[in-house]
């Protein structure tokens, strides 16, 4: 069986597991990183939003043979030890907005949401509505007012 190796939440990882399997498995099934949600298995729904290279994605529709050595891969997990705290301020944004229900979604919200902030501040200005239309992570309990609400009060802490 092949091995591959990539950067998970700071560290390296090497699994054997054919080259076909996605990502997402690797994570859950393999490494038991249970952040990234299963819904669709076609990044529609995009439960399983994570990042990499500090970019979102989708790693239900990433074959591991396309993850490189040096791809730094971060989950829900990982999130907080990029700004050094306990809860990543986006994290911390979602509790202050009580925005879960079931909480299904929202390992993956949160992902897509510290993701266009970046993405906002890397082209030198803050998140806008037009920036929150763009995320089109499904949340089945509907609470999308709250997570508009999270990720603008969560942008002003990082």
């Not at 690797?26 to 038991?32: E, I, K, S, T």
Request: with cysteine; net charge negative; glycine share 8%.
């Amino acid at each position: 069986m092949p091995q591959h190796t990539f950067i998970l939440n700071g560290k390296p990882v090497t699994v054997d597991v054919e080259d076909d399997v996605r990502l997402l498995w690797v994570l859950r099934d393999v490494l038991g990183v249970t952040g990234p949600k299963y819904g669709c298995g076609l990044g529609v729904c995009q439960a399983c939003t994570s990042h990499i290279n500090g970019k979102a994605f989708n790693p239900c529709s990433v074959p591991l043979k396309d993850v490189r050595p040096d791809d730094q891969v971060t989950t829900i997990e990982g999130l907080p030890a990029t700004v050094g705290k306990d809860l990543h301020p986006m994290q911390e944004a979602w509790l202050e907005y009580d925005v879960a229900q079931c909480g299904y979604c929202q390992p993956g919200q949160i992902m897509a949401a510290v993701a266009k902030v970046k993405q906002a501040r890397a082209t030198g200005r803050e998140i806008t509505e037009a920036d929150l239309d763009e995320i089109r992570n499904v949340c089945r309990c509907g609470t999308y007012h709250r997570i508009r609400e999270a990720i603008v009060e969560g942008a002003k802490h990082f």
